[in-house]
């Protein structure tokens, strides 16, 4: 069973400007724990300092403060556990034009992480590899998608492309940082089901970024609100959503679009 | 209030065709009808790439090179009972026309407004074109009554936009719009970059203002929940064509085309029974499009065909 | 599922159609095939016609004479044949041209995209040398390098000419390289844990390709109006035969005064044609790092197939 913990995270930000600048904390004493099976959902507005966390846990970052430990042992920054780290976190990213690199094929896309962790070597093995993995993601034919490029696929096409590639190290955590928001609507829910079901399957621990309150009571079994980089209430999906304790909370809840109001009205 | 939109319409619109030239013309628009009426806010839904914004453009005859407006009618019916073509405006006509009786808040509207001048400088901007009798001081203050009626205080005509936060900006944008007091406003995404706090408080100026000051407004987004708040009817757009319009409760109750019913079965219900979706009772069977290049597809490509 | 539905009016429209590597190709354009079959005229003239032509400085008893049968291009004041000249002149310009070009692109490409990809000290550093070699004014270098290297080889010649032209482009490189790096692809790669150099190499080149295509053709142009400007003012290569020192010769010769057009008319306007036909390429290139510039030429309106009076009139409506 593996587990991902935050624990009294703090990030700081220097701005430069002028002649001393100031200091953003983009994350103020974070704490949560991910377990193997579980979907949490952090949700939060834009500069709520969810997708700091998200950088923080890939190591793009460094915390300022804290710790981020993974089964029970501190990551390390370099060397084989840093490595190791790697096998298990992976990311889906926001920008399904962003993600994929306009130059290389699906093909070396998917490639890549499979030989840098391992997994496959040699052509055969590689080429089987990759094509497993579009199938996991529904992504067929497999042989035409793969030597595609990214610009020849549609958005959501591309999505599934970058949860193949998260894939690809079999990893036991995978964080989405709002993986559908820059996709069109009626294609959110299938994505969403997607990372749902392989979740299910692969009994993974996924933490869920979003704004969306609707998706995040969906998708997951506890929702965490961030604001001005605090946890400002967390708890399982229905209760948050449905008894909402802390202002912040409640302003979220309401300001939704709910179309069953009007016809209360 | 009258919002019949078809005994009292604001702006029809007939057989409205857009295309995109070049080397292999794109019909963005295809053979568009509707019509809005006075007061009355039409929700215009669809997916990215479905012509809704085409279409708002070339109405307001906003579109460039290489969009072109092929075929149909746009019809503006004033209140004092006078028909403008549209599409037959030009010159002074036109710019006279331009904001005064139809105005149009832009998506992406916080990046709208020129960052080196400041925001008094850019409303002041609106009178001095289309009301140059008005004199320096009434100006002045009428900008300042304009921020207030959007909720911005009136302090704010000194600061330049990059010092207003995205809502603020946002608020300006409408200000501005309806400087003249237009009785068609056209909205495009207005409120889709913004926190959905802000949003909520947006959403609310506007059916305020609406009830205020009477205007009609076509609201064009992707979000058909917030349009379900909101609108009187909506239209929903699919690859250029109107697939579905009608009134904003019948259509949330009784969805009749098989891509409304997707579109509402795409937003789960922030408030009903966990696993619904936001218009419970749809078939889930609906979500499991998009993964799979259809082979057909494909094979048609292959071939060199063109692809619809 | 592919669709060829309109975005957004301000994005121009481009039809999924299947593309590999040529995507990053140039649309060839009338622009594109012109730029080239000059370019390409005038290189093969300077690679081929000296094969065939012994000796351009040998002298003759002739002296100054207009051109015809036996001197196409006539003869220089000491009989020496101007059409071999102007091969041996076009081989030696080219030579300096991709010469400077490949130096500076090195250059300019270690500077700015290492420096920019590394961060930290080293990009402060490569930062803080592009910038002052980009102040250091180059002309006066130049002539300064010049005094102290009187007898130059084409060699040091190009050296001297990529030393004072690389900065511009590696700070160009540095910040398209800064952009690049905060890609959400580039830092898929990191998670993914590859190497620096690889992903150097693989993520961030090829996206750079075009850039540095256009700052290659660029580089070319300015080595060879550079080098003629030099000769000219004497400060040349004087040994060896380029476009610049034929003009120099000229000068000296005095072709103006005597009408000899034969002697400098020819080099001048080669100049002239490889500058505007390696201009008309890189256009094309441009092309490529800014789609939208496709939409806005003639070539791209005909094929609208709209008569001249409906796009006079829709060109009057444009929003601009």
Known sequence: ?265 | MTRRHDSDPVLTIENFSVDYLGERTVHAVKNVTLSLGRGEILGLAGESGCGKSTLAYGVARLLKLPGMVTSGTAEFHSREGQTIDLRALAGEDLRAFRWNKMSMVFQGAMNSLNPVINIRAQMEDIFTTHRPEIDKDERRKLCGDLLERVGVDRSRLRSFPHELSGGMRQRVMIAMAMALGPQVMIMDEPTTALDVVVQREILREITRLREELGFAAIFITHDLPLLLEISDRIAVMKDGEIVELGDAVELYANPKHDYTKRLLASFPSLTGKRGDFIRSGLPTGLLDVDAVVPVDVVARQKRGGSDA | MTSTSALDPSIAVSGMKRKSAHALMPSVSPKLIAGLSIAGAIILFGLIIPLFVSNPTKVDNIGLSAPAAGHILGTTQTGQDLFGQLAYATRGSLIIGFLVGIIAMILSGFFGIVGAYAGGWLDEAFSLFTNVMLVIPGLPLVIIISAYVPQKSLLILAGVLAITSWAGGARVLRSVTLSLRNRDYVAASRVSGEKTWRILLVEILPNLVPILASQFVFAIIFAILGEAGLSFLGLGASGSLTWGTMLFFAQNGLSLRLGAWWWFVPPGLLIALFGAALSLINFSIDEIINPKLRDQTRSARKKWQLSKSELKKLELEDVR
């Open chain 1, 1 to 265: 069973m593996s587990t991902l913990e935050f624990r009294n995270v703090v990030k700081k930000y220097h701005l430069r400007g002028g002649w001393r600048g100031t200091t953003l904390t983009a994350v103020n004493d974070v704490s949560f724990t991910l377990e193997a099976g579980k979907t949490i959902a952090l949700v939060g507005q834009s500069g709520s300092g969810k997708s700091t966390i998200a950088k923080l846990l890939l190591q793009l970052e460094r915390p300022t403060s804290g710790q981020i430990l993974f089964d029970g042992k501190t990551v390390p920054r370099h060397g084989r556990g840093a490595r190791e780290y790697r096998d298990h976190v992976q990311m889906v990213f926001q920008d399904p034009f962003a993600s994929l690199n306009p130059f290389h094929s699906i093909e070396h896309h998917l490639a890549r992480p499979l030989i840098l962790h391992g997994k496959a070597k040699g052509r055969a093995e590689v080429q089987a590899g990759v094509r497993r993995l579009l199938e996991r993601v529904r992504l067929e034919p497999v042989d035409d998608v793969a030597q595609r490029r990214p610009h020849e696929l549609s958005g959501g096409q591309r999505q599934r492309v970058a949860i193949a590639r998260a894939l690809a190290p079999e990893p036991s955590v995978l964080i989405a940082d709002e993986p559908v928001s820059m996709l069109d609507v009626s294609i959110r829910l299938g994505i969403l089901n997607l990372l749902a079901t392989l979740q299910r399957e692969e009994n993974l621990g996924v933490l869920y970024i979003t704004h969306d309150l609707a998706t995040a009571r969906h998708f997951s079994d506890e929702i965490l609100v961030m604001y001005r980089g605090e946890i400002v209430e967390r708890g399982p999906s229905d209760d948050v959503i449905l008894n909402p304790q802390h202002p912040y909370t409640k302003l979220l809840a309401e300001a939704a679009p709910n179309p069953e109001r009007r016809l209360a009205r």
